[in-house]
């Protein structure tokens, strides 16, 4: 029996990837092999004009699959000195070919490939920023799946997630989206070192239940990112004294802080 839905992301991957399509054309042990087509559907691509799959007018389909995909990450692009070479890297890619053989969202499979290419970048601030960008993409696709925590523990809720970049990240990102909303100089990144810092990402729903939520980040201090990285997992709440002494913290003064952040739904408790 025909696998219509396999057939179908096959055919867009040949007309993303001229190379891919050259080598299912041809035959190529390697290319076929990614394909998990059977013979008798893999014949039926094999007969169409090579000419026909590459049918694109002004290549309109192909700038609109690239578009959406980095549509949420238009500061990575800011800081490419050649921003169309990435999104042509992006069409041929390991991450775009494996995302849509898997029906996996392409905007995250662009953050992933953005990571590696930004090391090809002038701007260091490139593969930061792209981090971050894809961070929050991802933070706007899932819930984390987290397990109810025991009596007497916490844990971060599934809307929240935890992400650690170079110190400045977030502070430079702003920046930089202020410099393309209203001109002026680019902004310069300053190398933290291995300074880094934690951001709590907070996904909040709209009304629109076809829009995507909106996915706010701030820096952390240290030691709320220490409660929190530790609140991934079930944390007792006896394990507050512990965070509270190693930064010289009051710990009922934590534990009051934990129950305002259970009452903003940043922490559940069991």
Not at 8 to 16: A, D, N, V
Not at 162 to 174: F, I, N, R, V, Y
């Amino acid at each position: 029996m025909t696998d219509f839905r396999r057939l179908q992301r096959t055919l867009f991957r040949m007309q993303m990837d001229s190379g891919f399509a050259a080598g299912v054309l041809a035959g190529d042990a390697l290319a076929i092999a990614t394909t998990g087509l059977a013979a008798d559907d893999l014949a039926l691509l094999q007969r169409l004009d090579p000419v026909a799959i590459e049918a694109d007018a002004d290549g309109r389909r192909r700038l609109q699959v690239l578009g959406n995909a980095s549509l949420e990450y238009r500061l990575f692009l800011a800081c490419c000195a050649q921003p169309q070479k990435v999104l042509d890297g992006f069409a041929v890619s390991k991450e775009l070919h494996l995302a849509l053989r898997q029906d996996l969202p392409l905007p995250l499979a662009f953050g992933r490939y953005a990571a590696g290419a930004a090391l090809d970048e002038a701007d260091p601030a490139a593969a930061p920023v792209a981090r971050l960008e894809a961070g929050l993409a991802e933070a706007r696709r899932r819930r984390w799946q987290r397990p109810p925590p025991p009596p007497q523990h916490v844990i971060l809720a599934p809307h929240v997630s935890l992400l650690s970049l170079p110190e400045g990240t977030l502070d430079h990102a702003s920046a930089l989206h202020l410099q393309m909303s209203e001109g002026g100089a680019r902004p310069h990144w300053n190398d933290p070192g291995k300074m880094r810092e934690n951001l709590l990402v907070e996904v909040k729903a709209k009304d629109n239940p076809y829009a995507l939520p909106s996915a706010q980040p701030e820096v952390l201090s240290a030691p709320v990112a220490d409660l929190l990285v530790a609140a991934e997992q079930p944390l007792p709440c006896a394990g507050f004294a512990d965070i509270a002494r190693r930064h010289g913290a009051d710990p009922a003064s934590l534990a009051d802080f934990v129950n305002s952040l259970v009452a903003d739904e940043i922490l559940v408790r069991g």
